[in-house]
């Protein structure tokens, strides 16, 4: 080929090619420390924000725990039914959210009367729409439901938006991200448009958001969470014996249950 079609070619085909992505050794990183942490009486299995607090799910499957930031134990909700299998927890305004293997359970905060909301799906991530609405990855169909106030179950996003949805999480201005597989993260708006896409430089499983929108991206069982804002990736390290289980954050700390009976809190930089 000559020359002067090789140099447009060149640039041709560079154009077509999708960036490279950056492995978490090649990022920016940082070591935290834990500044608190909190010996639970029995294991746990998840825990989510709630506005300024923390609700954990006990593995027993009969009580939620309402923590504050700094870990104090402020309430016990003791669930009307006992989970068989309790796997997780999400909070809206109203309601308190627990699910097992294949049903989901809302409970309105003032009466504490477990209904079975959603049968028939296992759960892989939730994420509130509204409240008493809930956005809800399946895992045995591949898809994202939208669960409204009244109990009706609407297709959101399917196969062909994302593959493997698992975690979920809100963002700011009515946006949300989901993790497809453990190295693609998605955005989505309201109406089930598909925002943004990018592929991960390692695996994940477990996700959240602080308010400001940054997210933080974790594995079960490594010592590690992804940072991703708008300022770019970071990872942070935690303790080499940390042995994460679940993961939340406000903005200004880091809360990670670890092992299942015990919360750790790590200041954020």
Known sequence: MKVRYLIPFLALLLAGCPPKVATLDRLPSRDLAVSASLELAGPAVDLCRDGEDLLVLEASGTRVLRLGFDLAIEDTVVLSE???WPRGIAADRYY?????????YRLLKD??????WLNNVRVAGLASYA???MLVSDE???MVWYKTLFGESRRFLDVSDIGRPGALTRLPEDEFAALGGTR???????AGIVTGRRELGGDFDLMCADPEGTLYLGRTGQPLVLVVSGEGD???????????????????????LESSDRISLYELP
């Open 82 to 84: 006992r989970l068989e």
């Open 96 to 104: 308190i959210y627990v699910h097992e293997d294949e049903i989901l």
């Open 111 to 116: 009466e504490l009367e477990l209904t079975a």
């Open 131 to 133: 409240p008493g609405e």
């Open 140 to 142: 045995d169909r591949g």
């Open 184 to 190: 693609e993260l998605v955005r989505f708006n309201r």
């Open 234 to 256: 970071e990872v942070l390290h935690l303790p080499p014996t940390t042995d994460v289980a679940a993961l939340c954050g406000d903005g200004r700390r880091l809360c990670v």
